[in-house]
C-alpha cells in the first residue's frame, strides 16, 4: 500500500475531529445526567440545552472569520437549517429521556446504533458497498445491541426503545449532511442547528403550554451542555463528514464510551452490570470493525 491509499484510508484530520466530537460529547452526556433531578421536561430541558448553544455561537460568531464570511450565501443553509431543525428536535428529545432513564453508560452504547444505521442508510442511497470485515462488524454490533437493550423491566425497555429511536435519527441526519450539505461550512451548520432546534421547541412548548423557566443554575447548566455537545461536539462531527465516509463519522469512535464510564463513574457512581458491559464491548468492537474495514474495496460481499 502505498502513502497515498494509507492517507484515504486514515485521514488524521478526519480522526481528529472526531476525538474532538469523542470528548465533548462525553461531556455532555455527564452534564445531562446532571440535570435528571432539574423537574424540568425533557422538551423544556432540549431547548435550553439548544438555546445555550446558539447563545455560545453568537458570542464566538465575531472571532471567527470563516462563519462570518458564510452570510454572504446563507440561503444556501436554508435546506440543512430546516432538516437538521427538525430532525435533531425530535432526536434530542428522546436522547435526554433515554439518558434520564437508563443512564448515560447505557445510553451511549446504544447510541452506537448510530453507525449501523447509518451504513445502511450509505448502501441504500448513497451506493456504498459492503464487505466482510463489515458485516463481521454489523454482527458483533447488533450481538451486543441485544445484550445491552434487553431488558425486563417496563421503565428500561421504554429508555431503550427511547435511545433506539434517537440513534436511528441522529444518523438519518448525519446522512442529510453528507447529502444536501458537502460544501457548506459545518461550523455555521451547527450554529443554524441550534437556532433552528431552539424555534422548533420553542413553538411546541408554547402550544402545548408546558414552557418553565429554569432557575440561573440550571440555565448555566444546560448552556455549558449544549455549547459542549450541540455546538462543539456536533460541528467536529459535520466536518469530519467531510472528510470521511458517513459511517465512520457516526461511530464518533468507540473512544466516547470510555470518556462516558469514566465520568459516569467520577460524578455519578453509575455502572452498568457486567453483562450490560460486555454487550457493549461487543458493540465498540463491532463499531471497530466498521471503522477500519469502511472503504476497502475487495472482497466484496455479492460481487
Known amino acids: 500500500m502505498n502513502k497515498t491509499e494509507k492517507k484515504e484510508r486514515l485521514p488524521i484530520k478526519g480522526y481528529l475531529f472526531l476525538i474532538a466530537t469523542a470528548f465533548f460529547t462525553a461531556l455532555s452526556y455527564a452534564i445531562g445526567k446532571a440535570l435528571e433531578r432539574s423537574d424540568l421536561h425533557p422538551e423544556t430541558t432540549t431547548f435550553f440545552w439548544f438555546f445555550g448553544a446558539f447563545i455560545v455561537a453568537l458570542i464566538?460568531?465575531?472571532?471567527?472569520?470563516?462563519?462570518?464570511?458564510?452570510?454572504?450565501?446563507?440561503?444556501?443553509?436554508?435546506?440543512?437549517?430546516?432538516?437538521?431543525?427538525?430532525?435533531?428536535?425530535?432526536?434530542?428529545?428522546?436522547?435526554?429521556?433515554?439518558?434520564?432513564?437508563?443512564?448515560?453508560?447505557?445510553?451511549?452504547?446504544?447510541?452506537?446504533?448510530?453507525?449501523?444505521?447509518?451504513?445502511?442508510?450509505?448502501?441504500?442511497?448513497?451506493?456504498?458497498?459492503?464487505?466482510?470485515?463489515?458485516?463481521?462488524?454489523?454482527?458483533?454490533?447488533?450481538?451486543?445491541?441485544?445484550?445491552?437493550?434487553?431488558?425486563?423491566?417496563?421503565?428500561l425497555i421504554f429508555g431503550t426503545a427511547m435511545a433506539i429511536g434517537a440513534a436511528f435519527l441522529y444518523s438519518f441526519l448525519s446522512f442529510m449532511v453528507k447529502k444536501i450539505a458537502q460544501d457548506l461550512n459545518m461550523l455555521t451548520v451547527a450554529t443554524l442547528r441550534t437556532l433552528g432546534v431552539s424555534i422548533v421547541l420553542f413553538t411546541y412548548l408554547m402550544l402545548t403550554g408546558t414552557f418553565e423557566p429554569p432557575n440561573l443554575k440550571q440555565a448555566l447548566i444546560m448552556a455549558c451542555g449544549g455549547a459542549c455537545g450541540a455546538y462543539i461536539a456536533k460541528g467536529s462531527q459535520f466536518h469530519a463528514i467531510k472528510l470521511l465516509d458517513i459511517s465512520r463519522t457516526t461511530a464518533v469512535m468507540p473512544m466516547e464510551s470510555i470518556f462516558v464510564l469514566i465520568l459516569a463513574h467520577v460524578f455519578f457512581d453509575d455502572l452498568p452490570s457486567v453483562t450490560k458491559l460486555l454487550g457493549g464491548a461487543s458493540i465498540i468492537a463491532g463499531v471497530v470493525f466498521l471503522v477500519l474495514f469502511r472503504g476497502q474495496k475487495n472482497d466484496i460481499l455479492g460481487k
Open 60 to 155: 464566538l460568531f465575531p472571532f471567527l472569520r470563516a462563519q462570518r464570511e458564510e452570510l454572504k450565501r446563507i440561503r444556501q443553509y436554508r435546506d440543512i437549517f430546516i432538516w437538521s431543525s427538525v430532525i435533531t428536535s425530535a432526536g434530542a428529545a428522546l436522547w435526554m429521556v433515554a439518558l434520564w432513564t437508563i443512564g448515560p453508560a447505557l445510553t451511549s452504547f446504544l447510541m452506537k446504533a448510530q453507525t449501523l444505521f447509518a451504513l445502511l442508510l450509505g448502501i441504500l442511497f448513497l451506493g456504498e458497498r459492503l464487505n466482510k470485515g463489515e458485516s463481521i462488524g454489523i454482527v458483533m454490533t447488533v450481538a451486543g445491541g441485544a445484550v445491552v437493550a434487553y431488558q425486563k423491566e417496563d421503565y
